[in-house]
């Protein structure tokens, strides 16, 4: 069975949030990442060369990098429910959303929380404010990433934007806010959360 190395209220919520929505079997493997001095698996170290969760062992798969996880997970179990299919002509939109959340989303919130000098040219991840409008002006006009269909970019998306909001720094913003609920009325996410708070029980 697949492995998720995790540790609540991480990142790796949403991992298994991608999981549930795939109603794949998986372990949890429990990473107490704030005490480096206990062992940790050989196959985490493999799987996480940074020492971050969520990292997942999938028969001799070893990966970590959430975004990258829920593709893997979307690509190779999803069916195209997931991911559009590589030739599919949202396959460029749907790869732009996924990674806009650790592209741009993730370094914003750092920008924001860290109160850095923002630099829209030439920071990658442009700036908060520009952030969040581009988000906001999305999901306004889209249910999801892709329009009607859910996909592993709204895992990454709407993951990012409830983390915003739980860290007290999300804006004034009805759509994005709108987003979250509707991300939040899916089973999925409800179960991972779930989980989440029971500290790794199903
Ligand atoms: N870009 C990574 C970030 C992973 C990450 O930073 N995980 C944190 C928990 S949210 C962690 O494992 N921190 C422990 C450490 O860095 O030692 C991803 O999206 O998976």
Same mark, same amino acid.
């Given at each position: ?21 795939? #109603?794949?079997?998986?372990?949890? =493997?429990?990473?107490? /990442? ?26 001799? =798969? ?56 923002? #630099? ?11 952030? /969040?409008? =581009? ?24 993951? #990012? ?20 609920? *509707?991300?939040?009325? *899916? #089973? ?15």
């Amino acid at each position: 069975m697949m492995q998720l190395f995790w540790c609540p209220n991480t990142r790796a919520v949403r991992v298994v949030w991608m999981l549930e929505e795939l #109603s794949l079997e998986y372990e949890l =493997v429990n990473i107490d /990442i704030r005490d480096t001095s206990r062992p940790r698996p050989d196959a985490f170290a493999e799987a996480s060369p940074m020492g971050k969760v969520p990292a997942l062992a999938d028969g001799a =798969v070893r990966m970590a990098e959430s975004s990258a996880i829920c593709l893997y997970l979307a690509d190779r179990y999803g069916d195209g429910v997931l991911a559009p299919a590589i030739d599919d002509s949202r396959r460029g939109a749907f790869l732009y959303w996924l990674m806009y959340a650790p592209a741009v989303i993730e370094p914003a919130m750092a920008e924001r929380f860290g109160n850095h000098a923002t #630099s829209r040219v030439s920071h990658g991840w442009g700036d908060f404010d520009t952030m /969040i409008a =581009v988000l906001a002006g999305h999901v306004a006009t889209h249910r999801w990433a892709l329009g009607e269909q859910f996909s592993a970019a709204d895992v990454m998306l709407g993951s #990012s934007a409830n983390f915003m909001k739980m860290f007290g720094i999300l804006p004034d913003s009805a759509p994005v806010e709108a987003y979250i609920e *509707r991300c939040l009325e *899916r #089973s999925a996410y409800q179960k991972a959360l779930a989980i989440n708070a029971a500290g790794g029980a199903p």
